[in-house]
């Protein structure tokens, strides 16, 4: 019984390593994109934005920040444009579709 405990326990902690480790592995290679947005003023904005971009491939995660109108979409290492992940242009036509303007995209 004891030698069943201790293989199912390695396993356990292989599997935690495992998980860590690809983690780690995935978060140093995400792109991270802080976007200057004019005119998002309300929850739906926000809202609006996160659905655009999570449509997006490679988009991991949308951060909309209403009162500094940034907007930060973190990019898996999956590229879809070029190798910063969503190109400039592609930011900048979802946006407009959306009905907002941007004013600045930091990478």
Known sequence: MSEYVAIVMR???IFVLLFTLTFCIGSAYAKTIHIDVE??????????????F??????????????DGRVIIKMADVFQ??????SNDRIEKLFLE???EVTAIMR
């Open 98 to 100: 959306a009905g907002y």
């Open 39 to 52: 005119g998002l003023v309300c929850d739906f904005c926000a809202q609006s934005i996160e659905k655009v």
């Open 11 to 13: 396993i356990i902690i």
């Open 54 to 67: 999570m449509k997006q491939p490679g988009v991991e995660k949308v951060n909309v920040n209403l009162n």
């Open 81 to 86: 444009d070029d190798e910063d992940g969503i």
